[in-house]
């Protein structure tokens, strides 16, 4: 355990500025500083000060309040940034190996500072640089060094312009040639031009490019990963054979520079062929330590759970930030009140309270499901490291794998309807630019589909857990999981025949009871899910129809009520643990329960209709309940928001200052914008070339 | 009736291109072009082509693809673009006062282009103009004239920095002095400033300003509006005492100047009070038709109605576009299939059916109840103008507001989240910029916010359904008003007997039963809240306690649900009269039904709660339903889109164009911007300036 705050707060923490925040402040139940102290730890606190000054303190950073960027300032600005991340040594080797939580510290750092900047960096290093080193084998190890002297800058190229999510649809083509030991890189048409790639549009020099290897005679081996340099380190300037591009401006994330790129017969060398799964040798022969193409296939992509799991991260991390925006606000922006005189911060209504709490809550609760996960994902990387052939480890891998599919789609859902439900609770103010909540749901809304799209993710939690069932009825094999998340479904039957005994909201004020129906639910789901799948076939449709078919209202709702139900058991164990400081008890109880319960109400037509609930009582007493955990949270809400929130600079948000001074810093923000007051450039457009009312009406 | 497709087509329509919508074309149940005429009329499509035709061959309209406008300019090309509207003269005195649909479909048309463009427009025309002619007399008609002229241009600026939701509250003084005869217009503080109003930023010379009037001796007599002049339109220069300048960018609609107003003793004359409600004389004593100040008050802010309907027919528009261009999108991207050979379109697709399709009703059925709510309101305007005193005419009025202030939250609400299902139904390629997904949401955004808070304004509908109620208890009044919305309530105990009597799926396939199951709903809601609300007050709670307290759960689930059966019934109505050619009848009848069933769909917990509903059968019937109407509807939804969507350069979207051809347009779409193959201009930046990496690190 770190120290208590009293100890050593001076170097942790500043103190907030007195203000308006300072009421609700004083009416918290428990010391933030303790409770981040507890969540963080000293070390990371420490690690995360520094980035934090370290940007605050680099004009380079300075906030380009209403500078106006044009996509090609905002480019070139977010790749001198990322120069000087290096610069300041934030990623290093070593923590890439050894301390992967700092890695995954700095991410949520910059992410915190600008989505584009943290992207940037990660595709370049973590995402090309993994792809090589996990792909590749010892002649690769070269380009590493590349990458962290910023030597080349990299991408990684799978999408194509009408493949996404059927990556084994891929098009591009990699034919060998044993005459000059090269293979050929082809694009057979612009349909299958690799697409949105990030880094590629105007900054990458070398992409690690998916295509279908082909050996002489014509025999295609499947998907693999080539190195495929694409500009001129030296001028930027494309390769011989490569049409490379920007695709211009997206919705969100425009810092960064998604391209496109079209291969015409480019030759690279045999050894650029990343050859971890499958190898050619200099005369064509095609080696590979995989019995088939799909198992080969399936270790190849085996690599994206690490990928969701930095989403589900990267999406807490926007809920944070836009729910410490929308509470400040709350607590500061009064609008009527009792009487005429005195209107009350609009924090105080019940209605708000609804509409925010539970996403403070869902921040705090898939924060911490996030980092386990983190963990978890650690763990099998571990084994992978040590060749670790054993059933357990292939267990953990599917496991993990079903975790981060449903997980990245409820933490990006929760994160995108959090924002937008935050952005309209701030009102008018919210709609403001520069009080970020439009950008932080535009840079979140990639979270819902790259590295595939939340509802096809889905998918694959569900066939987890119907296989599951499948081997049981098979030949009996026990529900386990390393992970034990899937362990209580060995009770299956029974948690089937179980009722909601309680009958007031007083049942439901911890997270237990909503954990119990939530096992209930998922129970439910899963059998109806598996009869639905096999009513289908037995009505004559093949396993694709049967399976398309079962998605809606069954497998799709079993992944996620899978997931909450994981994300809240984690949460209810981490707050109900003999660790917890006595003080901090009372406040996570009410945080736990909070999500707990809210995630459970949108299931309730479910739990009457399978008769886990039954009678009026029943739903009011968990209406209720939500509403007394708000009423219960609202005074802690400022103080829990202090622990999320990182400084002011990076918050960048007028209206979520920690000084509370709302107006004030409004006011101001919007005055130092260089134009605020000056009169339009066009002006003789108003004032002197008058329009002649109705001269072109005749064409009507 | 309209003539049919067959008589008059070659004028009226152009044909598709062929192409890849052709299969879907071909399997459709009925011809777009009928469903159109009868839904439109000739007129309507005509006076639409013809604007649409009039900004296509206009080069000022010229989309400007990639241009990468900077604010500056994209508010000049916005105003200049509002002053070419004016030269076509797409506006007209006569239909203002004679064909408001014409003026709407303007709006419409306009939006569909640009919402910055159309509420520019508006602002100056509609919303400054009216409240000069609603609240002010003749004195103030000369001013009209100027609006159409642009001689002047002007804002309405009721919000100020802190007060927005309680206009009560507002704080701007206006102070009679006798001597000169002028009003003194002062802000106290710059919390008090006017804020968000459109048009101020940069172009408008005058502004509707709300202001507490303060007669000598210091009375307060509550607020009024004022014609202030801001700037001066011979320079665009402000005026002596005014501060005026422009907000900065917004989330959206950035063509849009929003601005903020500070006024220093600013004197205007006497005479520009706008004194329909209150008058001040030459000698400082005022005079009011009306009783108090309340009475004054609510008279004063009656018009709103006519802002919240044109934002229910606003946010239709943006779930048409999105709507069209996300299931154009799903019907020619093919991903996956049964075979690895063959790739079906997304839109075969169970899942991706029941994402879009219900959204594809919800556009029918909104917009059907926006026309209908929007000649209520003429009918209501109608009788002011005529200053009809009748009881009747006063009924119209609350329960047109009733619906106006549910049904820009219902339609705003269901746009935005349509919208954001569109964006992610079309993956990465959604969250192209140019693909206007991102845009629409941006600038549909502010439909939930102004005019009222949606939250805040579903309490009006609640407090007019809980005041019927209370009158029915207190004196046996019963429940009926002038357009019959609420005349079922008078058979509400009798309703909260009934329960559904079907078993399967088929008994769920017309809109009769859920819209039996919306009047059961309401009535059960409209109990709850009744009940919630008294025992709130026996608790000791005072009225603005209670009310706050009754909310969620309530008052809003109640405002919300009223709402939507008023919507499932208009529709039901329509498209089961005798009125509905033969042909068109089936897909009408399941585009009602599918609307009806889906968002009945998210109040199952109530209906098995409350008993309505029971046993495991009804609600998995209500799933296969929702779920066979939409397998039902995909074969029309190309010609249902056809029917709703703009040209293709009004659509501006190249995955929804009409021809389909999905890839060609986006490539090309890509390849037209102007850098897109370019080096970045800064590419010494990686080139020479290389990082010295870790350099700073010392520091950390």
Known sequence: MAPTAEGSSDALWADF???????????????????QLFLEGEEL??????????????????????????????????????????????????????????????????????????????????????????SGSERHLKYIEKIFNLEIFGCFALTEVSHGSNTKAIRTTAHYDPATQEFIIHSPDFEAAKFWVGNMGKTATHAVVFAQLYTPGGQCHGLHSFMVQIRDPK??????????????????????????????????PRQDLLNRTGDVTPEGTYITPFKDVR????????????GRISIVSMSVVNLKLAVAIALRFSATRRQFGPTDEEEIPVLEYQLQQWRLLPYLAAAYALDHFSKTLFLDLMELQRGL?????????????????????AGKPLASWTAQQGIQECRE???????????RLGDLRDDNDPNCTYEGDNNVLLQQTSSYLLGLLEQRHQDGTRFESPLRTVDFLEAYPSILGQKFRGSCSADWLDSTAPLAAYKWLVCYLLRESYQKFNQEKRSGSGDFEARSNSQVYHCRSLALAFMELTVVRRFHEFTHGPGVPPPLRPVLGRLSALYALWSLSQHLALLYRGGYLAGEQAGKSVEQAVLDLCAQLKDDAVALVDVIAPPDFVLDSPIGRADGELY??????????GKALQRPSWWPEFSVNKPEVGRLKSKL
Chains 1, 2 share one sequence.
């Open 295 to 306: 198992q080969r296939f399936g270790a190849s992509l085996g690599s994206l759970s690490s």
């Open 664 to 673: 004030k810093n409004l006011w101001s923000a919007i005055l130092q914008e």
């Open 17 to 35: 500025p007195r203000g308006p925040l300072d009421a609700y402040r004083a009416r918290a139940s428990f010391s933030w500083k303790d409770l």
């Open 425 to 435: 609770a701030c009102g008018g103010h919210g709609y403001l630019a520069i009080n």
């Open 235 to 268: 001028t930027l300037l494309p390769m011989p054979g490569v049409m490379v591009g920007d695709m211009g401006r997206k919705v969100g994330q425009n810092g960064l520079d998604n391209g496109f790129a079209m291969f015409h017969k480019v030759r690279i």
């Open 385 to 405: 490291l040590a060749r670790d052939r054993s059933a357990r480890q292939a267990e953990l891998g599917r496991e993990i794998h079903a975790l981060a599919s």
């Open 45 to 134: 606190i420490r690690f995360r000060n520094t980035i934090f000054s370290a940007l605050e303190n680099d004009p380079l950073f300075a906030r380009s309040r209403g500078a106006d960027l044009s996509l090609e300032k905002y480019r070139k600005l977010n790749f001198l940034r990322c120069k000087r991340v290096f610069e300041h040594g934030f990623f290093s080797m070593e923590d890439l190996a050894g301390n992967p939580l700092r890695v995954l510290t700095v991410i949520h750092c910059l992410g915190m500072y600008d989505w584009s900047l943290a992207t940037k960096c990660v595709l370049h290093m973590m995402v090309f640089g993994s792809a090589i080193y996990n």
